[in-house]
């Protein structure tokens, strides 16, 4: 079994690699994680591995059918879901929806296809602190670096989280947006909505826009996914670090 070390001496991004003398710990030294780090972990570790099959699809049909006839051609979203929990000092601290979803943005790309990367995650940090974070970074398929989007909030029906926003954070990772939650009725309401239904849905908005494209998360078609969450939401409200 290959051993790895968590490197971090040049954060961003955090990566993992193959420990050079085969044992585990890395030549930094030990660390400890702060909030917002655990809330950067998940997205520094799958950014290339998660886009490329969601990518590589886009830029075939792109390749081959051109860019004007590939607009009509591709679905209007692909998607990528996975659900993992978030352990901090050996102990279950977050569940976390990590999304990828191609699709068409007609508001602020003219229907040109753009890639969401991001992650819904819950947190329980001891004695009742329970709070959420959505993280989205957003990717041009024509080419270039990730962009954050100016606001993102979840969507239930016609109502939104943006009351519930304590505001955004200061992302390490490039080009992502790091937005904070208070557990109120409409997080709770997507949290809800994953273990019944295995869908949430939420908005976002580029610089110097107002207007909201609102996506919805569809795992509906994984029911293992769907255990994993209400497994490990279930695990993480009857803990207490």
Known sequence: MQLFELERCHWPPIRLLPSRDGSAGGHCGPTLLTILEIAELHASM???SRQSIILTLAAAVYSLAGAASAQAELPSSIQEVEVVPRFADGALQGCAVNFQVLHRDTMYAAGEPVLLDGSLQVYNFGSGQISAVLKLGLLDIAGGLHIAPSQTYLVNGFATSIGEQNGRMP????GFGLFSFRIGDQVTASIVSIMDTGKFS?????????GGVPIEIDMSQAPEQISTWVECIDALLLSDR
């Open 46 to 48: 799958h950014i290339r």
């Open 171 to 174: 992302s390490d990772t490039p």
């Open 202 to 210: 939420l908005a976002y908005q580029r610089e110097g826009g107002s």
